[in-house]
């Protein structure tokens, strides 16, 4: 294992990806194969999320650490990636799934629930229809936020074959930030409690063998994939070399929103940000929050749902002065870089 210690905040950081499809649903790829391109990726751990499907047998594959969860995948709607669960759920009823996660102790995320509100385009030949989470009164305990997969679908250029070829070699292009509404019902629904409802950033790997085209092609390997929506875990202590209670620590550090979410195909280094996502920290004077980047970027600062900042800026440091929940995003250039979870001022 890497030493992942940062220094100056006294935490260690972890990244990891979640939303993988193996060969057990619509994945290419066996346990050998996604955790090898996880090493190479650079990753500690992953988390394979199969529809539908437990089958996957987690433990440490490549000096990875394999997570399992399950995407319960409805037909046309509602995905929802469960974590922590010991049996497979399947149902197409999101209040009843939501409610059956939390029984059997585990934890999910709804899944790409704005897909398609920005589309764009889609080969024409395909079936494929955007799934979305339809009622967004009924609550998940956390979202996701951003898949790169999903993004991508939403703006795949099909009008001519250079911008179909441009649109597979170029993916990284596709996918810019957020999808806006997502963030919006994700402010929302943490503004009406007092603890937080915590984002993922996903990818939705599947490493595609795709046969429409002229030659078979398998687009976007897992290697690629991983390489791009990453999620950094801050964690006050580190790793244990227990499975089990690493696990645990990475379920539980998720749950609790210490995940920063970064885009690696935008730029490298995370920011650092203090306090650290997730964290609760009591008002007080001269309490601010930082933010160090690694090169000039564009910083907006959310407060209860409402933008109080938005400068270009390397570093910068905001002082506290009112309760509520903040949350950082980082842009660098015109692409979306990085998202915290909000920090609790109270
Ligand atoms: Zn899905
Ligand atoms: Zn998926």
């Not at 967004?136 to 898949?147: A, R, T, Y």
């Not at 810019?176 to 996903?202: F, M, S, V, Y």
């Not at 650092?272 to 920290?281: D, L, N, V």
């Amino acid at each position: 294992m890497t030493e992942n210690k940062n220094k100056q905040c006294n935490t260690y950081r972890y990244m990891g990806a979640i939303h993988i499809h193996s060969i057990f649903s619509d994945g290419t790829g066996n346990i050998d194969e996604i955790s090898r391109a996880a090493k190479k990726a650079g990753l500690d751990w992953i988390i394979i999320t199969d529809h539908n499907s437990l089958d996957i047998e987690e433990g440490y594959y490549n000096e990875v650490c394999v997570i399992k969860g399950e995407e319960i995948s409805p037909l046309n709607d509602n995905h929802y990636l469960a974590i922590g669960i010991r049996e497979c759920i399947n149902s197409d009823n999101p209040a009843e799934f939501v409610k059956e996660v939390k029984n059997q102790g585990g934890f999910g995320f709804a899944a790409h629930p704005d897909e398609g509100i920005n589309k764009k385009g889609f080969p024409r030949n395909n079936k494929y229809s955007p799934i979305k989470w339809t009622n967004k009164n009924i609550l998940p305990d956390g979202v996701e936020i951003w898949n790169w997969f999903s993004q991508w679908c939403d703006n795949l250029n099909d009008k001519n074959i250079f911008s179909l070829i441009y649109s597979f070699l170029f993916g990284n292009n596709l996918v810019n930030e957020p999808c806006n509404e997502t963030l919006k019902w994700w402010d929302e629904l943490n503004a009406k409690q007092e603890k937080i409802i915590p984002a993922i950033g996903g990818v939705d790997a599947h490493a595609f063998k795709v046969k429409d085209y002229f030659i078979p092609v398998k687009i976007f390997s897992y290697e690629k994939m991983f390489k791009t929506i990453t999620n950094v875990l801050i964690l006050d202590e580190p790793l244990s070399d227990d499975f089990t209670i690493r696990k645990q620590q990475i379920t539980e550090g998720l749950k609790k929103g210490n995940n920063l979410i970064i885009n690696r195909a935008v730029d490298k280094i995370p920011p650092e940000i203090t306090p650290r996502c997730g964290e609760s920290i009591k008002l007080k004077e001269a309490e601010y929050l930082t933010i160090k980047t690694n090169k000039k970027s564009t910083i907006k600062i959310v407060h209860n749902g409402r933008e109080i900042c938005n400068k270009i800026a390397h570093n910068f440091q905001l002082l506290l002065k009112e309760a509520g929940k903040y949350r950082v995003e980082i842009r660098v250039g015109k692409k979306g870089f990085a998202y915290t979870n909000p920090i609790i001022v109270y």
